[in-house]
Structures are given as C-alpha cells and as structure tokens.
T-cell receptor
Framework: DVKVTQSSRYLVKRTGEKVFLECVQD?????MFWYRQDPGLGLRLIYF???????EKGDIPEGYSVSREKKERFSLILESASTNQTSMYLC????????????FGSGTQLSVL | DAKTTQPTSMDCAEGRAANLPCNHS???????VYWYRQIHSQGPQYIIH???NNETNEMASLIITEDRKSSTLILPHATLRDTAVYYC??????????????FGKGTKLSVKP
C-alpha cells in the first residue's frame, strides 16, 4: 500500500524555535508538496518540489523553507516559529505523469505557543 | 483554473447511493474534473477524475454532463465511513504549478444509520 509518512502527528513548539517537519514517501514519486490547512481557509500550498534539490514557492511561502536532499524525503522548516503558524500541515506526493493525483500524509497538527 | 460550486452539506442514508453535485460552468476544454475527500483528522484522499467520459473505479463513479459544465460523484452504497468533506476540483493536466490544487470548501457528506 502506498504511503506518505509525516514524522509527527502532534507537535507543540514555542515562539522563535526552529521547527522541522519531515515527510517521507515510498512510491518513488518525483513531486512532493507541503500544504497547510486552517478552518475557513482550506488547504494552501506552501512549497513544492518536482525533483531532488529542486524547490518552488507555492502561494504562502513566507516564514517557511524546504529541503529535498533525497527523492523520498521532503522537509518543511519554520525558521522562527510564530503563533500564526499554528496549523495542520499536510505533505503530499505525486508521480510526474499523474501530477494531480496526490497522495497525502495524515498531517501534523502544530501548535506554536 | 475554473471555479467550482458545491453544496455546503448533504445527508445520505447508509446503504443508499450518495450523489454529490458540482458545477463548473467555466471549465475549459483541457481541464479535468478531480474529486478528493477528507475524512476527519486525516489528509485528503484522491477518489477519481475524468475529462468528458463517465468514469468508474472501486470507490465511486463520476458522471460528467455532455456540455461538461457540471458533474456528479456517485458513491453507490454509502457507509458510515464515507462521512467526509468531498472536494470537486477542476484542473488542466500538466497545468502550471502541477499539484497546486485549489480545494475550496467542499461538501460535507453525513451518512446516517
């Protein structure tokens, strides 16, 4: 069964901390994505990557960075966490040839205090 | 990408067919219709997609009108586990920013015993 695994289900951090959210997929997918989901705002794309060491900004990249050193792993980094980054973070992946058929992880609920 | 309109919520009796409508009157000729669902506290799950012909898989059927301005997702025998928010998304294959799907608010389907 295909799988996108996010390292933590729940995470609590303090304002100003550096936060790493990890995502691993086992489907040999080229494309990987980071979304955040907030009530009333739906899912919003933060960053995405179509290949190793490659990254593209999504709709709301401010305050975030990403790293893709290996094909199966895509990390989201909050350089200095702030309370407005409290959210559900969702990682997804897709194959190059079926790019819109996304497979999502279960999400990480991040609370920044 | 074309905009979609879905009812906010729907109820369905367990064991009956659930028919979820979606309007996409501004759809372009190269745009596909995708359906995803999100069960509470989980990431979205791909269901099905189509261009102009009706499609069926193990999860659901997708009926697209001849003018392609609307579609219906059919869950033939709804179960309690089908309770979720269902998203209809219109997107060109290999459109810019592959995977940058706009999920909107979707339809909250409640399957009742």
């Amino acid at each position: 069964d295909v799988k996108v695994t996010q390292s933590s289900r729940y995470l609590v951090k303090r304002t100003g901390e550096k936060v790493f959210l990890e995502c691993v997929q086992d489907m040999d997918h080229e494309n990987m994505f980071w979304y955040r989901q907030d009530p009333g705002l739906g899912l919003r794309l933060i960053y995405f990557s179509y290949d190793v060491k490659m990254k593209e900004k999504g709709d709301i990249p401010e305050g975030y960075s990403v790293s893709r050193e290996k094909k199966e792993r895509f990390s989201l980094i909050l350089e200095s966490a702030s309370t407005n980054q409290t959210s559900m973070y969702l990682c997804a992946s897709s194959h190059r040839d079926t790019g819109e058929k996304l497979f999502f992880g279960s999400g990480t609920q991040l609370s920044v205090l | 990408d074309a905009k979609t309109t879905q009812p906010t919520s729907m109820d369905c009796a367990e064991g009956r067919a659930a028919n979820l409508p979606c309007n996409h009157s501004t759809i372009s000729g190269n745009e596909y219709v995708y359906w995803y669902r999100q069960i509470h506290s989980q990431g979205p799950q791909y269901i099905i997609h189509g261009l102009k012909n009706n499609e069926t898989n193990e999860m659901a059927s997708l009926i697209i009108t001849e003018d392609r301005k609307s579609s219906t997702l059919i869950l033939p025998h709804a179960t309690l586990r089908d309770t979720a928010v269902y998203y209809c998304i219109v997107r060109a294959l290999y459109g810019g920013s592959q995977g940058n799907l706009i999920f909107g608010k979707g339809t909250k389907l409640s399957v009742k015993p």
